[in-house]
């Protein structure tokens, strides 16, 4: 396992994020009446409030290839709401569209121009980059063999004992973008379990059962991810 602290050296790029008038009110915190896989165990999670974004949330159709914009936009979420509210920079601050994202990527030359307005997808690294962008924030990246081994796991539950926070996470055989926000271990078994959040949805949300009971918000036994190497971004948001 590969483990290294990102910390870019760009300076922030001058673009403004506008603010969003969304068709629909996003879903907060879908994992709020989910409870725990078993009774007895030991349960960490992500401390603070995001918002639930997915396929089409905001009018733009991607599905297929945007659930990595989904994740980076619903952990950004998460930041401006994680940091202190009173401030008048976090009040001014919003969460970008998939265009400007794409934009962000482009001004610092990780993309080349035609990435912009593209149907390309983004990766664990592409979203560190923006939020270094945006909130000079250091990340964790960790380049994983195997989800479920006892070294990834260590790191996984270390950092939400620490951060309590929001970690994006990408595969090379699993590519679906998805979050991890909270860890599970039972006290009878041992086994492990991780809160997922997928942003595949791609309809308007009733409610957060919804999700639930369609799969896109669950807790995950470590040994049912698909085998395969994995990069997760940590976001060191304290």
């Known amino acids: 396992m590969a483990t290294c602290e990102a910390d870019c050296d760009a300076a922030p790029v001058p673009l403004k994020i506008m603010p969003k008038d969304y068709v629909y009110s996003l879903l907060e915190d879908p994992q ?3 409870s725990p896989p078993t009774a007895v165990g030991e349960t960490l999670g992500i401390r603070g409030s995001f918002e639930y974004f997915h396929y089409g949330c905001d009018g733009h159709q991607d599905a297929g290839w945007g659930c990595g914009y989904r994740t980076l936009q619903s952990a950004i979420s998460w930041i401006i709401r994680r940091r202190d509210s009173s401030s008048v920079s976090v009040k001014d601050q ?3 569209s998939i265009r400007e994202i794409q934009q962000i990527l482009v001004n ?3 993309k080349g121009a035609g990435f912009e307005g593209s149907r390309d997808w ?4 592409e979203e560190f980059y923006v939020i270094d962008v945006l909130y000079q924030l250091p990340c964790r990246i960790l380049h994983v063999k195997e989800l479920g081994s006892a070294e990834a796991l260590a790191q996984i539950r270390s950092y939400f004992e620490e951060y309590q926070g929001f970690i994006a996470v ?8 998805k979050a991890i926000i909270g ?5 009878e078994t041992g086994r492990v379990y991780l809160l ?3 942003p595949h949805f791609a309809s308007v949300p009733s409610c957060r059962q919804q999700l639930i009971d369609e799969g896109y918000v669950r807790w995950v036994p470590v040994d049912e991810f698909p085998a395969g190497t994995y990069n997760l971004c940590l976001i060191l948001q304290p």
Do not use: F, N
């Not at 983004?122 to 690294?125: A, E």
């Not at 990408?170 to 590519?175: E, F, N, Q, V, Y």
């Not at 860890?183 to 006290?187: E, G, I, P, R």
């Open 122 to 125: 983004i990766g664990t690294l």
């Open 108 to 110: 610092i030359g990780d």
């Open 183 to 187: 860890y599970h271990c039972s006290a």
């Open 170 to 177: 990408g595969g090379i055989s699993d590519t679906a973008s």
């Open 94 to 96: 919003h969460v970008p």
């Open 196 to 198: 997922i959040v997928d």
């Open 32 to 34: 709020r009446i989910l």
